[in-house]
């Protein structure tokens, strides 16, 4: 089980049945990973950061009856120390992590490109929750006032602004269970990327990784670069085994 997924799982078993909280972090990672594609970010820091930031709300709760940001902020940390010294997270990644998640409602007290991938990534999830979208010139200026990533205003403004792009959200959620973040890499896919490409793919990668070799093959197979297939194990989240030849 790679890092990742035990902390997935060390998540799910925290908030137990609490499904809504379970999706919200699942989403909020979902697009830290697509703000991480167009910001100067560490994945190391902020996929825990995103999976583990709400985690401290049972806890507030239980104590406060209340999972107002500033108990989740408090109690949130030691959890997540538990949960990352539990996996053997290294200490440099650990302590930044927690800072992240002991300030995820205070922008302001930490400037680094890290905290502003999560901050903008949960604010994606949350804006329709705690803002009428229907007015579309005030909800532009919000986003403009809330965001702290060039990325994460531009993501916002096509999810909530553009119609066309609401539409095929609407559809795509109705027709696909997608979620809001699943969507917008769906959109973001590049056209050459065909669902027989897909399938092929992950039939080969059937554990989710793929061999240097299996790499190569599968690019030669469908008439791919070596560049375009990086691209796609990094679309569909394939790892690769270490490379001896470097090729990727």
């Known amino acids: 089980m790679t890092f ?8 799910k078993e925290i908030f137990g049945d609490d499904i809504k909280r379970i999706e919200h972090a699942l989403n909020v990672t979902q697009y ?3 703000l991480l594609d167009e910001e100067r970010g560490n994945p190391e820091v902020v996929i825990p950061a ?3 930031h709400d985690i401290g709300i049972p806890e507030a709760e ?3 009856g209340s999972s107002a940001g500033p108990y989740q902020e408090r109690e949130g ?6 949960v990352l010294e539990k996996l053997g997270c290294a200490e440099r990644i650990l302590e930044e992590v927690l800072s992240i998640i002991a300030h995820h409602h205070s922008p302001g007290k930490i400037d680094t490109s890290n905290f502003k991938i999560l901050y903008d990534a949960d604010w994606l999830v949350n804006l329709s929750d705690e803002y009428d979208c229907q007015n579309k010139q005030k909800l532009s200026r919000i ?3 809330i965001f702290l990533t060039d990325s994460g205003k531009k993501m916002a403004r096509k999810i909530f602004l553009m119609k066309n792009f609401q539409t095929k959200i609407t559809n795509h959620l109705k027709e696909n269970e997608m979620s809001r973040a699943d969507m917008f890499m769906a959109e973001k896919r590049e056209e050459w990327v065909t669902p027989a490409i ?3 793919l992950k039939q080969v990668a059937g554990g989710g990784e793929l061999s240097c070799y299996q790499a190569m093959e599968f690019a030669r197979s469908q008439k791919i670069s070596l560049k375009k297939m990086k691209y796609l194990t990094d679309l569909f989240k394939i790892r690769l085994k270490s490379c001896q030849l470097g090729c990727f």
């Open 50 to 52: 995103a999976i583990l």
């Open 4 to 11: 990742e997924k035990a902390l997935v799982k060390e998540m």
């Open 32 to 34: 830290a990973r697509l």
């Open 77 to 82: 940390p030691p959890i997540a120390r538990k």
């Open 143 to 145: 986003i403009n006032r």
């Open 62 to 64: 239980r104590k406060y």
């Open 198 to 200: 897909e399938a092929s």
